[in-house]
């Protein structure tokens, strides 16, 4: 829950009119954006740059590992295109008629086609990349090329 | 391509009523619930749960799924748009169950619950099967 702060006039009618002009009205109507935005959050507006599905990559030394949550899929229902670094995630859930004359009590889970690309920093061996989806959980082991692994370079005394 | 796209939604996490004697977060499942004349069936995406994981209680009108996941991934967070953890949700059931009829099975990350209405009569346990 936020608290907002409450701005002490320094005299009765400092905040609005009296000295203040237009400050004062701004000052209430900057706290009143930012009550929306701590209530509403980042959560609420999908069209800010959120592509289903969400992604986690981890990175190790040889390997970046990309997984996403993709319950109710099986492996056909997903397509993997890789080049040399970046990867594209393409594909449909699809949900299960249950049957005619049905109650719904609650319907939450939600069908779709979904399509998402991703680029990396360090180049990616394509040739040795492997998918796995397990448990509805879809795992992108990826290697890195070669040529983007840390070379250790000796030092010669002469 | 035609057909709608699916929209990305919060995993919601539990703001809990009661306490978890687990350390971690809990996320509530997203849930399909339906009922025809003879039972009623329980769809829940607990992407990440093996059917092992898989824990479901009821008792006094209350039914209560819980999914462990399981499965480590190595190295460091590069991207991390979504959390990890275990999932839990309870129901009231008006309707009467007959408990020793329940079915459960897991597959691709979904548990499919089936509670028969208790005016069927066959006798079985409860079994958490892997398709």
């Known amino acids: 829950m936020a608290i907002i702060k409450l701005r002490q006039p320094a005299y009765p009618g400092a905040l609005f009119g009296q ?59 997903i397509k993997l295109d890789a080049e040399e670094n970046s990867i594209q995630i393409q594909g449909e859930r699809k949900i299960e008629k249950e049957g005619e004359n049905l109650c719904y009590h609650r319907k939450e889970r939600e069908d779709g086609f979904f399509s998402r690309k991703l680029t990396f920093r360090d180049k990616i061996d394509k040739e040795k990349i492997a998918a796995e989806l397990k448990n509805g959980v879809l795992k992108i082991t990826m290697p890195k090329a070669q040529s983007s692994k840390p070379k250790k370079i000796e030092v010669k005394s002469s | 391509m ?41 769809l829940a995406d607990m992407p990440g749960v093996d059917k092992d994981g898989v824990d479901i209680h009821l008792e006094e009108g209350q ?19 979504y959390s990890v953890g275990d999932y839990t949700r309870t129901f009231t059931l008006s309707n009467v169950i007959d408990q020793e009829k ?8 979904v548990l499919r619950v089936v509670l028969p209405k208790s005016d069927i009569s066959k006798p079985r346990k409860i079994a958490v099967k892997s398709e």
Do not use: C, H, W
């Open chain 2, 63 to 81: 039914l209560r799924i819980q999914g462990k996941v399981s499965g480590e991934v190595p190295g460091e967070y590069v991207i991390s748009e």
């Open chain 2, 2 to 42: 035609d057909g709608k796209d699916i929209q990305v939604q919060d995993k919601k996490e539990l703001e809990s009523s009661g306490e978890m004697t687990r350390e971690g977060a809990f996320f509530v499942p997203n849930v399909d619930i339906f009922e025809d004349e003879n039972q009623l069936v329980l």
């Open chain 2, 102 to 109: 329940i079915q459960a099975s897991m597959k691709n990350g």
């Open chain 1, 19 to 77: 000295g203040a002009g237009d400050r004062g009205y701004n000052v209430f109507q900057n706290e009143m954006n930012r009550l929306f935005d701590r209530f509403l959050g980042s959560g609420y507006d999908p069209s800010a740059g959120s592509v289903f599905p969400p992604v986690n990559v981890f990175e190790d030394a040889d390997n970046f590992t990309l997984t996403a949550e993709l319950p109710g899929m099986e492996s056909s229902d």
